[in-house]
């Protein structure tokens, strides 16, 4: 099975560029040009609305807000939604493009709101169909900030906690990206597409990424082709020189057949016999033609062959470019399926994983962040760091183990959980402590320490 690709894009500069890319008002190096007549708004605008950015506007005008936009406040943001690309290419090849349309149009305006999904536009003039989708983030919910604002002294006039507001993080936050990226596989689940590894490293590349790497390959074959340009120009230089020597020579040679002709009307006139020297220079003359011609045929055939041999090239640059995408693709599905498979087989590699990167913002290095994972008391001195207080604390000598969390309660989302001890002590605990020995020796008394919330990562 192939898999479900959905990214939800933040814009970043004026929509207006995003505008111009989606409706092809500027026409990208990956697009074909001859395709671009497929491509269709799946969205039918209001009356007084003709494109993307207007149906933007219009949505915001008409959705009765009531708290004044920021100015750098993010107004609409672009959903984009496809698949892997062979089984994009079957679901077109059998005919069930359109449906495919349908059941992502279904699904957006089912998880963002009918009204709030102001444009939905196919691609089919790149390698692979997909949707870019643009959505305006007007929510309904209470806003988070509200029992902080109600601890403030200064009282405001109170607004319904229901009215229609615009707020780009309600739509975005961890939970909803992961509760988008489920539904929408369970949506594509009919047309062969899964949903993506959990927690993989993988990285969607963008699209300034791939058109840098395309125009990288452009350039090398453009390189190529100007050479052979070059080459072209330089033989039809040569054979210009080799026209203009043979119009001389064919000037040459009518002369001296209009003075052979007088030379031969006098001799028959006088009764003389005819100039043997000027009847060989005459023979000659047509001879050195004969040779410039062929010379000249020759040329031709070097040029035409210079073409031919360019344009294969570049017929086979653009293959190997198409076959290595391919590849890439392939790997990169293969990794998934490799890094899915070692999840299932091992559930706590997962967590492992995680963990060693806040092994590594601690400070310590790969042999003892080895030593520790295979339950190893690992002793050691030095400077270990605190993103709790933004600092190092040093120890002349301290052992580290990594162990279960005992107090951790397995789900099936995270059947395992690990914590860092340092002297015995969970590595929060020991960072307190050593806070506190540091502000005593300044003459503070640290304040009361919090509840330990339990380590992020």
């Known amino acids: 099975m192939?898999?479900?690709?959905?990214?939800?894009?933040?814009?970043?500069?004026?929509?207006?560029?995003?505008?111009?890319?989606?409706?092809?008002?500027?026409?990208?190096?990956?697009?074909?040009?001859?395709?671009?007549?497929?491509?269709?708004?799946l969205i039918e605008f209001p009356d007084t609305v003709t494109n993307r950015t207007e149906a933007i506007q219009h949505r915001i005008d008409t959705a009765g807000l009531q708290r004044k936009i920021g100015k750098n406040q993010l107004t609409a943001f672009n959903v984009l939604l496809s698949g892997s690309p062979v089984e994009m290419k079957q679901i077109e090849a059998s005919g069930k493009l359109d449906e495919w349309c349908s059941d992502n149009l279904d699904w957006l305006r089912k998880t963002y709101g009918a009204?709030?999904?102001?444009?939905?536009?196919?691609?089919?003039?790149?390698?692979?169909?997909?949707?870019?989708?643009?959505?305006?983030?007007?929510?309904?919910?209470?806003?988070k900030k509200k029992k902080h604002e109600e601890q403030a002294k200064k009282r405001y006039r109170k607004k319904s906690p229901n009215a229609a507001r615009l707020c780009l993080d309600d739509v975005m936050s961890r939970e909803k990206l992961k509760e988008y990226q489920d539904t929408y596989a369970a949506k594509m689940a009919k047309y062969g597409l899964q949903r993506g590894v959990r927690g993989s490293e993988a990285r969607h590349i963008s699209t300034a990424e791939f058109y840098r790497e395309t125009f990288a390959q452009t350039q090398a074959a453009k390189a190529t082709l100007t050479e052979l340009e070059q080459q072209k120009e330089h033989a039809q230089t040569e054979l210009s020189k080799v026209k203009a020597d043979v119009s001389k020579e064919r000037l040459k040679n009518s002369a001296a057949d209009v003075g052979s002709k007088l030379i031969d009307g006098v001799s028959s006139l006088l009764g003389t016999p005819k100039v043997v020297k000027t009847d060989m220079e005459n023979r000659e003359l047509k001879a050195k033609i004969e040779q410039l011609q062929s010379e000249n045929a020759t040329i031709r055939q070097h040029v035409e062959t210079v073409r031919q041999n360019a344009a294969s090239q570049i017929t086979a640059l653009?293959?190997?470019?198409?076959?290595?995408?391919?590849?890439?693709?392939?790997?990169?599905?293969?990794?998934?399926s490799t890094l899915q498979k070692i999840y299932d087989l091992f559930p706590h590699v997962k967590e492992l994983l995680s963990f060693e990167r806040f092994c590594r913002q601690v400070g310590f290095g790969t042999e003892m962040i080895r030593r520790m994972f295979n339950c190893e008391d690992v002793s050691f001195k030095?400077?270990?760091?605190?993103?709790?207080?933004?600092?190092?604390?040093?120890?002349?000598?301290?052992?580290?183990?990594?162990?279960?969390?005992?107090?951790?309660?397995?789900?099936?989302?995270?059947?395992?959980?690990?914590?860092?001890?340092?002297?015995?002590?969970?590595?929060?605990?020991?960072?307190?402590?050593?806070?506190?020995?540091?502000?005593?020796?300044?003459?503070?008394?640290?304040p009361e320490p919090k509840n330990n919330r339990g380590m992020k990562i």
């Open 318 to 336: 653009k293959q190997q470019f198409d076959n290595r995408e391919q590849e890439l693709i392939k790997e990169n599905n293969d990794q998934k």
């Open 382 to 446: 030095g400077k270990i760091y605190s993103h709790e207080y933004k600092r190092d604390y040093e120890t002349d000598h301290s052992v580290a183990k990594v162990e279960l969390d005992p107090t951790h309660k397995p789900d099936p989302n995270r059947p395992y959980k690990f914590r860092l001890t340092i002297d015995g002590s969970e590595v929060y605990d020991w960072f307190r402590q050593k806070q506190k020995e540091f502000l005593q020796k300044l003459g503070i008394n640290p």
């Open 2 to 41: 192939g898999y479900a690709v959905l990214h939800l894009l933040k814009p970043k500069g004026s929509s207006s560029s995003m505008s111009a890319h989606i409706e092809r008002t500027v026409s990208p190096a990956n697009a074909d040009a001859e395709l671009t007549h497929l491509n269709r708004e």
């Open 115 to 143: 009204d709030n999904v102001v444009s939905a536009v196919v691609h089919l003039d790149e390698s692979t169909p997909h949707i870019h989708a643009t959505v305006v983030p007007i929510v309904t919910t209470e806003r």
